[in-house]
């Protein structure tokens, strides 16, 4: 059993997907499995894949197509890995990632996740944004941290920037396939009700944000979806043991939640 599962869904990736599966093979950190899973993709990614031959890798094409977050969900399934680093096909995993984040789970075997800072990148590779929310490693008690995370926002990124363990997995579940746009902020709410929560103040993943990328094409012009995920998001955390939900949460969440939208609506307009 190797000591990481590196998952890969993807669908339609191939114009960056070999990029982000160099950045994983490149790591420092060897003990891992990468396990590609292409979600009936019609622009060859599946054929770029299948012809990699690294003994690290392997390759899964799904009988059908099971949506964006079916996809993660079938991947956990598979992978046998005492950690999980999800890394979507067009993200990229920098040096030290895997070997840092596991050191620092090993280190703190009462936190549930892991997660650093992070950088949102173009199509170029260039850096349009730099997020650092600490200025140093930390332990955050996990239930705090949910609750200040579900006031403001998605603290700790997109499914490439952490890393969980299995156990805490198969703790809490699934991810939500209810949620369109929020299943991973969810998941993390609930894996910090379960454990404490690793922050490394390096920056180990890109995001990418551009025309191709999955999440350019899940926000832009979805306004009434976004409603309604917004309403289906609020609904399953307040439901959640041990976050105990304010009105007073409520009315800052609503608040935070006008300001970032405005300035999500410039940043895809620029980019």
């Keep these: 059993m190797p000591k990481v599962s590196v998952l890969m869904p993807c669908f339609n990736g191939s114009k960056y997907i070999l990029k982000a599966i160099d950045s994983v093979l490149s790591q420092s950190f060897s003990d891992f499995e990468l396990l590609i899973f292409d979600d009936q993709s019609t622009d060859g990614t599946f054929e770029i894949v299948s012809k990699l031959t690294d003994s690290r890798i392997k390759v899964f094409r799904n009988a059908r197509n099971l949506g964006l977050v079916g996809n993660w969900n079938n991947a956990i399934e598979k992978s046998s890995g005492e950690y999980i680093h999800f890394l979507f096909q067009d993200d990229i995993l920098l040096p030290g990632a895997l070997e840092s984040e596991v050191a620092a789970l090993d280190a703190n075997p009462k936190c549930s996740l892991c997660f650093s800072a992070s950088c949102v990148i173009d199509s170029n590779d260039a850096i349009t944004m730099k997020r650092r929310p600490f200025k ?28 969980f363990r299995r156990d805490y997995w198969q703790k809490v579940g699934p991810f939500n396939d209810s949620l369109c746009y929020s299943p991973d902020w969810e998941y993390w709410i609930r894996l910090s009700l379960n454990g404490d929560v690793c922050y490394l103040d390096s920056f180990y993943s890109y995001f990418r944000v551009c025309n191709e990328s999955t999440t350019n094409s899940l926000f832009k012009d979805k306004k009434e979806q976004l409603k309604r995920d917004e309403f289906d998001f609020v609904r399953a955390i307040c439901s959640l043991d041990g976050i105990n939900i304010s009105s007073t949460d409520l009315i800052v969440r609503k608040l935070s939640l006008s300001i970032r939208n405005i300035a999500k609506r410039i940043y895809f307009s620029v980019h």
């Design 136 to 163: 140093r490693d930390r332990v955050l008690k996990g239930s705090d941290f949910a609750r200040k995370t579900f006031r403001t926002h998605n603290i700790y990124g997109e499914p490439s920037n952490v890393m």
